[in-house]
């Protein structure tokens, strides 16, 4: 459904749950109509919840090098990946992959969905600072 629809939806039945005028002179209609209203806005904080997810995860793919690798402390540098990764400059490509994918499974995101919303959080940002980070240290070893 769309966004527009959605609101509409959400605004029809907030008029008819406030309004005198009733389909059924009981509750019943009333209860229907909070349980659709609750319906949409569950949904529609979902949508939102959803864009906003695809927003910081779309730093790989189709943007721009310079773009995906600035991270909130400024620009991703070979060092700042290396430490990240907690691997030398000089390290093999085996050695980095083996660093990533052990960080990886302590961090995942869906390895902490059972805890706070917040640590949740910082296991997605780590994520994706150990993505960039890795994307960038792999593409100076194949370079």
């Known amino acids: ?4 629809l959605n609101y ?3 605004t029809l039945l907030s008029i008819y749950i406030i309004s005198p005028i009733d389909a059924n002179p ?3 209609d009333d209860l229907i109509a909070a349980a659709a209203l609750f319906y949409f806005l569950y949904k529609n904080a979902k949508q939102k919840q959803q864009r906003s997810g ?3 995860q779309s730093n790989s793919g189709y943007q721009s090098q310079q773009k995906s690798t600035d991270g909130p402390h400024g620009p991703l540098t070979l ?3 290396c430490r990240i990764l ?11 992959n083996r660093a990533y994918k052990e960080k990886m499974t302590k961090s995942h995101p869906d390895k902490v969905s059972h805890l706070s919303e917040e640590l949740q959080e910082k296991a997605k940002e780590l994520t994706l600072e150990l993505n960039a980070a890795y994307e960038l240290v792999k593409l ?3 370079a």
């Not at 459904?1 to 527009?4: A, C, D, E, H, Q």
């Open 86 to 96: 907690g691997v030398t400059p000089d390290a093999t490509l085996d050695e980095i």
């Open 54 to 56: 695809y927003d910081t």
């Open 26 to 28: 009981l509750f019943f």
């Open 140 to 142: 100076y070893k194949k």
């Open 8 to 10: 509409l939806w959400i």
């Open 1 to 4: 459904m769309s966004k527009s």
């Open 79 to 81: 060092d700042k990946a």
